[in-house]
């Protein structure tokens, strides 16, 4: 396998976090971590047409409620599942998505956008490939 290194800098807390856990949990690759992270973010950020199966993560504001049920009904071609939450005044989703991997992140994108919602994540459980 070519290996190729490069120099990274991070704040110190988050260094020091990071030290932690790998005491913590007996680790002590360093590089496989950082590798699992940016194969966990670009698996979740890279835009590209396979077909995939995730679920979408919400968190809003229940007084918005009907402006993401209504954002739901647009797009229910994506949706296979809900999970609905409340926690006091919030709610929190887990949305179950199958379609294009691209445009599953749109549909995150533009759901992040509506007023209320707090925090929107796309997971990517599997391809279809």
């Known amino acids: 396998m070519n290996v190729e290194?490069?120099?990274?800098?991070?704040?110190?807390?988050?260094?020091?976090r990071l030290e932690k856990f790998m005491s913590e949990n007996q680790i002590s690759d360093r590089s496989k971590i950082i590798q699992i992270a940016l194969r966990d973010f670009l698996d979740e950020n890279e835009k590209d047409n396979r077909m995939v199966l995730g679920i979408i993560n919400v968190v809003y504001d229940e007084k918005q409620s009907e402006e993401?049920?209504?954002?739901?009904?647009e797009?229910?071609?994506?949706?296979?599942?809900v999970l609905h939450v409340h926690r006091?005044?919030?709610c929190v989703e887990?949305?179950?998505?199958?379609?294009i991997k691209?445009?599953?992140?749109?549909?995150t994108n533009k759901l992040?956008?509506?007023k209320g919602v707090k925090k929107a994540k796309l997971i990517i459980s599997t391809s279809e490939e």
Do not use: M, R, T, W
């Not at 993401?68 to 009904?73: A, D, E, P």
């Not at 797009?75 to 599942?81: A, C, K, N, P, V």
């Not at 887990?94 to 379609?99: L, M, P």
């Open 112 to 114: 992040s956008s509506l």
């Open 102 to 107: 691209s445009d599953l992140l749109n549909l």
């Open 68 to 73: 993401v049920l209504k954002f739901q009904h």
């Open 94 to 99: 887990a949305i179950a998505v199958k379609g």
């Open 5 to 16: 290194k490069f120099s990274v800098s991070i704040p110190k807390d988050l260094y020091d």
């Open 88 to 90: 006091g005044k919030i």
């Open 75 to 81: 797009y229910e071609d994506f949706i296979l599942s």
